[in-house]
Antibody
Framework: EVQLVESGGGLVQPGGSLRLSCAASEFTFSTYWMSWVRQAPGKGLEWVAHINQDGTEKYYMDSVKGRFTISRDYAKNSLYLQMNSLRAEDTAVYYC???????WGQGTLVTVSS | DVVMTQSPLSLPVTLGQPASISCRSSHSLVYSDENTYLSWFHQRPGQSPRRLIYKVSNRDSGVPDRFSGSGSGTDFTLKISRVEAEDVGVYYCMQGTHWPHTFGQGTKVEIK
């Protein structure tokens, strides 16, 4: 069974940074697009960032461009989201997702507040 | 960005009765490879989303056949032939044709 386990969330002050990780297992990590999707408390889903199989194509939603960076490590079968210059509106549960949303992790909560 | 508009936003249903959710996109979702990347997701309270349907009408493995998807271009529909108690939650459509991928607002399904 595919497993996606996110970690790295927490409370951070506005302007601060966090790095989210997603450990992937039980599938060939290098052959799938991977994504980060977020959900603010009580709100809907937003597709944050997307990276292709070999890491050469990356896409971001407009509000995070220049602040967030998606990356992947094939040796560790892991997906990352480096988040800088965090804002209150970035507060959300961040999910790691595989292959257009076929599989999802359990999510990690990021809270941006002073 | 492509705007996805779902209706209704709230759907009270009777157990055993059918239910239908509409999703409209602001742009055609037909990609250059002639596929239409429209998916449907279900999210129960406190849980991660689960994909039910991909490319308009393809059910993911393990999804009951009471769920079906249809549509083309800009108009899509998710149908539940006979609602069961486990079907409560929020349903989202999502387009994966244009970047950024975008979701509808969500339709909350509850039992009357």
């Amino acid at each position: 069974e595919v497993q996606l386990v996110e970690s790295g969330g927490g409370l951070v002050q506005p302007g601060g940074s966090l790095r989210l990780s997603c450990a992937a297992s039980e599938f060939t990590f290098s052959t799938y697009w991977m994504s980060w999707v977020r959900q603010a408390p009580g709100k809907g889903l937003e597709w944050v960032a997307h990276i292709n199989q070999d890491g050469t194509e990356k896409y971001y939603m407009d509000s995070v461009k220049g602040r967030f960076t998606i990356s992947r490590d094939y040796a560790k079968n892991s997906l990352y989201l480096q988040m800088n210059s965090l804002r209150a509106e970035d507060t959300a549960v961040y999910y790691c997702a595989r292959d257009g949303g076929k599989d999802w992790g359990q999510g990690t909560l990021v809270t941006v507040s002073s | 960005d492509v705007v996805m508009t779902q209706s209704p936003l709230s759907l009270p249903v009777t157990l055993g009765q059918p239910a239908s959710i509409s999703c409209r996109s602001s742009h055609s979702l037909v990609y250059s490879d002639e596929n239409t990347y429209l998916s449907w997701f279900h999210q129960r309270p406190g849980q991660s989303p689960r994909r039910l349907i991909y490319k308009v009408s393809n059910r993911d493995s393990g999804v009951p056949d009471r769920f079906s998807g249809s549509g083309s271009g800009t108009d899509f529909t998710l149908k539940i032939s006979r609602v069961e108690a486990e079907d409560v939650g929020v349903y989202y459509c999502m387009q994966g044709t244009h970047w950024p991928h975008t979701f509808g607002q969500g339709t909350k399904v509850e039992i009357k």
